[in-house]
């Protein structure tokens, strides 16, 4: 099996897997009072110092959530809220227009519920939000701007947002900043800083720990409203009993994969770059989306490709029956796919986002799964562009 | 064999996907999305449109072994049946959209694209059998056969096409479901059409088409005995709803005989002026020459006569030993030899 699937979620790490068997293994509620809540409390916090260790960040800024989609949900409402609160005046809510579902929905939900007025902020043809947008969206009525939320990374094609600049941006108008950095944390340095992002999504599962935690990294001094309300484990701003096993084989994963990223960085980037050459040598039409290779601006791992004249899911099926995983970008509940408001959004036609797929390789990766990918490649690009003929596909 | 198997999330389809998977073949299952935007939950009879449907489907596959898949003909679907249901209603016809569905897309775009992709045949759960020769016939349970609503197909669609539940009972597929752990077993039939949520045709066709009323008129005394909403909550044939202000002079009950959408007039009469003795076709599928002695079945349940069936050009010409009731302008007329179907069209012209 080839998997080349590692932004939808990856293995799980060695040394996360022994933690999460371990502490699973144990009794203990890390709000106990006797010896087995101390064992847990203790493993939650050496936890946290661990995560906030590699994000730059102190221990109590790390907020341990469900995972990203949470985490989006928790900075988003949660910033909105305590924002109309203190200032009823501040009710705009700027996120890029390339965000994942977990923020568009969310703010989407904000401005259908809750009077936020939304606004979607253009992205280049490489899907980069530019500050100066950010500058001109803000100045329109800086005032009125309850926060700004921009990717680290994006989700389909891998571009690095600029965000760092953007916070900055949004700062100058003492505007909080957040940012999804599930896709890039763990690829590239992730850290709060001096001036950057006020907050700050993570998740396990897409770093080789667990499915189903991760945190939200919250700048000491920015109020948040909960969106789940009872025993106010963690900071009073999200409660539930304290997933010990999860954060503790969170924690195991984040410290390995930050501690290699430079070095897997790069041998992810060349493996990348050789898979992108040689599907290119045996699909010449094949139309690379994103950023260039080789620049910071594109995540390692990702290779995101156009086959025109064929259908993605054509592509997909056909490539899974030869045991090679990947996938079309985004899908709904019932498992169909749409063209990617990614791709749209960067300025492609439709027919060129149906087209498109998304190889993401990960700490598993090795030579031979490229091998496998540019073997297969050619026929199925060939009986997928017979069948997109059928759908009316151009190719143009 | 490559074989591509169409499930619905019915217990029909899964059961055919089964046999498939036993009789060698190498069987990807697919889900059709045909609606835009699916409900989340099956209401009512409806057959495969819905969110939980596609669950079933992907259900069953797991539980077959089988990869499986979605793919989205909803807009196809919309162009290709829904626009047309609507458009033929709106001209005073009566459309299956069954039979459509089955032209335009299961033995057409599904079919073509898993050729393309190459698949070497489509599985559905139909209920009729097809020999190896490519010869339609009726399934062996007379009350679920659906030979009707493929015999429309031209012989190169049903020849990438498999059928393996025509050997078989509606209550045989149910027990073998239930044998093979299959959860759908025991999930209802399918009886409505599947896009219209509720069941309610003509609330429906009313949001789409708007408000045109007019007069119900009789056709022995010329006299207007009500006034309709639209004339296309009605059908041929149809007696209940009619909702008549005026009893007919006769006093006898009132059909409906014709539909004339351009001036909204709905004729009504009794029922022997509903006889039909003749009906002109459009010839979709008949490889056929000069007269041909044959059953006629112009609807999907019964209605079966003897009947002479001849080409003339692009019209199928059908005449009728004995006459029958209420069949109207859209609906297909499926041409049998016993069980096996001949051919078939799409009723345009009717006569007594």
């Known amino acids: 099996m080839t998997y080349l699937d590692h932004a939808a979620t990856t293995p799980m790490r060695p040394e996360a897997l022994t933690a999460y068997a371990a502490v699973l293994a144990d009794t203990g509620n890390a709000s106990s009072l006797h010896a087995s809540g101390r064992r847990a409390r203790r493993i939650v916090e050496e936890s946290r110092e661990t995560l906030a260790d590699v994000l730059g960040a102190r221990p109590s800024d790390v907020v341990f959530t469900g995972g990203g989609t949470e985490g989006d949900n928790l900075a988003l409402k949660g910033l909105y809220w305590a924002r109309r609160r203190a200032e009823p005046a501040r009710r705009r809510v700027l996120v890029s227009a390339v965000e994942h579902r977990a923020v568009l929905d969310t703010v989407q939900w904000l401005g259908a519920e809750q009077g936020a007025e939304v606004e979607l902020l253009d992205v280049d043809a490489a899907g980069m939000v530019h500050p100066d947008t950010l500058a001109v969206a803000l100045e329109r009525d800086p005032a009125a701007v309850a926060l700004v939320s ?33 896709q890039a944390f763990g690829q590239i340095p992730v850290t709060v800083g001096e001036e950057g992002p006020d907050a700050i999504t993570v998740s396990a599962h897409k770093i080789g720990g667990p499915v189903g935690v991760g945190a939200l990294v919250v700048r000491r001094g920015l109020v948040l409203e909960p969106l789940t309300h009872g025993g106010g484990q963690e900071r009073d701003i999200r409660s539930g009993t304290l997933n010990t096993a999860g954060v503790a084989a969170f924690a195991a994963a984040a410290a390995t994969a930050c501690a290699q990223a430079p070095r897997e960085g790069a041998r992810l980037a060349a493996l990348r770059d050789d898979l992108v050459r040689r599907v290119q040598e045996k699909v010449p039409g094949a139309v690379l989306n994103g950023a260039p290779l080789g620049g910071p601006q594109r995540l390692p791992g990702n290779a995101h490709l156009t086959f025109p004249g064929c259908e993605g899911d054509s592509l997909l099926m056909l490539l899974d029956a030869r045991g090679i995983e990947c996938s079309t970008g985004s899908a709904c509940s019932a498992g169909v796919a749409r063209p990617s408001h990614v791709l749209l959004a960067m300025g492609a036609g439709e027919e060129h986002a149906r087209g498109s797929l998304r190889f993401s390789l990960g700490h598993s990766s090795r030579a031979a799964d490229v091998d496998a990918l540019v073997e297969a490649i050619g026929p199925v690009v060939e009986r997928a562009s017979r069948a997109g003929a059928l759908a009316g596909m151009t190719g143009a | 064999m490559r074989v591509l198997a169409a499930m619905s999330g019915g217990v029909d389809s899964a059961v055919a996907a089964a ?129 009707y609503v493929l015999g429309t197909l031209r012989p190169e669609q049903l020849g990438a096409a498999r059928f393996p539940l025509g050997d078989s009972t509606k209550a045989q597929v149910r027990r073998e479901a239930a044998a093979r752990g299959l959860a759908v077993a025991d999930k209802p039939d399918s009886h409505d059409i599947c896009f219209i949520s509720g069941g309610d045709t003509g609330g429906w066709l009313r949001e789409r ?134 051919g078939g069209g799409h009723i345009r012209v009717t006569a007594a």
């Open chain 1, 150 to 182: 921009v990717m680290w990374a994006n989700s389909e094609v891998g571009t690095v947002e600029p965000v760092a600049e953007l916070a900055a941006v949004a700062h100058r108008h003492g505007v909080p900043f957040h940012t999804d950095a599930v």
């Open chain 2, 19 to 147: 046999r498939a998977v036993d009789a060698g073949h190498d069987v990807t299952g697919v889900h059709l999305a045909l609606s835009r935007s699916p409900e989340s939950d099956r209401t009512g009879a409806r057959g495969c449109c819905t969110l939980e449907d596609a669950r079933d489907a992907r259900r069953a596959a797991d539980v077959l072994g089988i990869p499986f898949y979605v793919w989205d003909l909803a807009e196809r679907f919309e162009t290709e049946v829904i626009d047309q249901f609507v458009e033929s209603y709106a001209a005073g016809r009566t459309p299956n959209p069954c039979v459509r569905c089955n032209e335009r897309i299961k033995f057409a775009a599904v079919l073509d694209r898993a050729l393309a992709l190459g698949f070497d045949a489509v599985v559905t759960g139909h209920h009729a059998r097809l020999d190896l020769d490519g010869t339609l016939r009726r399934s062996v349970d007379p009350a679920k056969d659906q030979s």
């Open chain 2, 209 to 342: 088409i708007g408000s045109r009323p007019g007069p119900i008129v009789d056709s022995k005394s010329g006299q207007t005995l009500g006034e309709h909403d639209g004339t296309f909550a009605f059908t041929v044939g149809q007696r209940r709803g009619l909702r008549l202000g005026h009893p007919a002079p006769d006093g006898r009950p009132r059909y409906v005989l014709d539909i004339s959408p351009v001036t909204s007039t709905v004729i009504v009469g009794p029922a022997e002026e509903l006889d039909i003795r003749r009906l002109v076709a459009d010839r979709a599928a008949w490889p056929h020459e000069g007269v041909v002695t044959c059953q006629a079945q112009v609807r999907a349940h019964g209605g079966v006569v003897a009947a002479e069936a001849e080409a003339r050009g692009d019209d199928l010409v059908v005449t009728l030993a004995a006459p029958v009731r209420g069949t109207a302008a859209g609906q297909a007329v499926v041409l049998y030899d016993g069980d096996r179907v001949l």
